[in-house]
């Protein structure tokens, strides 16, 4: 942040000066009600995110102005921008700004600082902290102008961000119809067959590619097996990793991928993933699905992620590490429909699912440019003129 100089009009002002800084205390159980009612109508947030760190709500309320909160724990620095009557819990750092501030474009500026803890043990954002910070402050009427002009694309992600989780809930419901025979889709009336997995899939295990040998120049294009959960869906669409040796197993396109083993519960190994390339290696602790007729690997992906995913988790072994064993899969029970009917329901749910990955990529082509106009506007470098335009 800056601290040697302002745009002209502006002022460099610790958020000491700015706000009346509080932190939050312990919660209040007799107040207390995990759901809103006409008692408990107030507001209790805490240093969370998910939900803007609403905790529940009480009877009674500690602050009724516009102001900012920070988180002072867990991830720390995180501002938020208040309106209504609520109560702080929890150390959550509470700026309730003085004369001629505006609360709304503070939450925007107090956004750009990057808290940091100075002390040991449990991390903690403390008032005194936050109140040497500094921020560019310019006068009033423009403070008021930069939080109009901003809060519209915030209006504009909100929305987007609104809208996908509306698609994702869709699609998930499309889905536990669609892949269980529940919801036929036009034109198939078949009646679905009982299979075992093995009767329908080869299945092998993944050899060991070492990380070291793992390159952005390397010959091979290989997967490894956290990269299942961290850059692919439920259909590979690239591959991002090679290596230099060839050791892993060459895949076949239309391979399925499902990891063997992991740290948190067996649940999580039931995300199955598409290979769309031959010689792609695969390395260890992969379980390798290998088609032994035609049939839709996309279907079977989306089936085995979304529906028989519990059934996975029972087949499961151990208590720290979790595994799967390419023999707990050879007896799983599967419904299978005809191969154009496995085919029109992966097609459908592709299709929502680039829908998803469209809306995704606008939402954060918008977000991307709300930062530039940020950093333009909270130092300065563009000047707000009087009909609110940039």
Not at 29 to 51: C, V
Not at 178 to 203: A, S, V, Y
Not at 275 to 285: K, R, S
Request: net charge neutral; aromatic share 8%.
């Amino acid at each position: 942040m800056p601290t040697d100089s302002a745009p002209k009009g502006w002022k460099i002002q610790k958020l000491d000066d700015i706000f009346t800084l509080s932190a939050g205390g312990d919660v209040n159980k007799s107040l207390f009600s995990e759901s809103q009612d006409l008692i408990h109508r107030y507001p209790i947030f805490a240093n969370a995110l998910t939900n803007k760190g609403l905790y529940g709500y009480s009877s009674d309320y500690k602050v009724e102005q516009e102001s900012i909160t920070i988180t002072g724990r867990g991830d720390i620095g995180k501002v938020f921008y208040r309106t209504g009557k609520y109560t702080p819990i929890v150390r959550l750092v509470v700026g309730i700004p003085k004369d001629n501030i505006s609360a709304k474009y503070m939450s925007y500026a107090c956004s750009r600082i990057r808290f940091f803890n100075e002390t040991t043990g449990v991390p903690q954002l403390t008032v005194p902290q936050v109140a040497s910070y500094k921020v560019l402050t310019p006068p009033l009427e423009e403070q008021e102008k930069i939080a109009q002009i901003l809060a519209t694309w915030d209006s504009a992600i909100e929305q987007l961000t609104d809208l996908i989780a509306e698609k994702q809930h869709q699609k998930k419901a499309l889905m536990q119809r669609l892949l269980t025979g529940k919801q036929r889709l036009p034109g198939f009336n078949k009646p679905w067959e009982k299979r075992l997995l093995n009767e329908l899939f080869k299945i092998y295990k993944g050899r060991d590619l070492s990380k070291n040998l793992v390159s952005i120049s390397g010959k091979h294009q290989c997967i490894l097996y956290g990269e299942i959960y961290t850059k692919y869906s439920e259909v590979i669409r690239e591959v991002v990793s090679k290596t230099d040796a060839n050791l892993g197993v060459p895949s076949i396109s239309g391979d399925i991928l499902v990891p063997a083993s992991t740290t948190t519960q067996g649940i999580d190994l039931a995300k199955a993933s598409v290979v769309l390339e031959d010689n792609v290696l695969l390395g260890g602790d992969i379980n390798i699905l290998r088609k032994k007729n035609e049939l839709s690997s996309e279907f079977f992906a989306y089936a085995l992620t979304n529906v028989y995913n519990f059934n996975i988790a029972k087949l499961t072994q151990g208590i720290t590490i979790v595994h799967l064993y390419p023999e707990h899969l050879k007896g799983l029970v599967l419904y299978v429909p005809e191969l154009s009917e496995q085919k029109a329901i992966a097609d459908v749910l592709m299709a929502a699912d680039a829908e998803i990955d469209l809306l995704q990529q606008q939402l954060q082509a918008i977000a991307e440019q709300k930062q530039g106009l940020m950093q333009q506007l909270l130092t300065g470098k563009i000047r707000v003129k009087e009909d609110c335009n940039v």
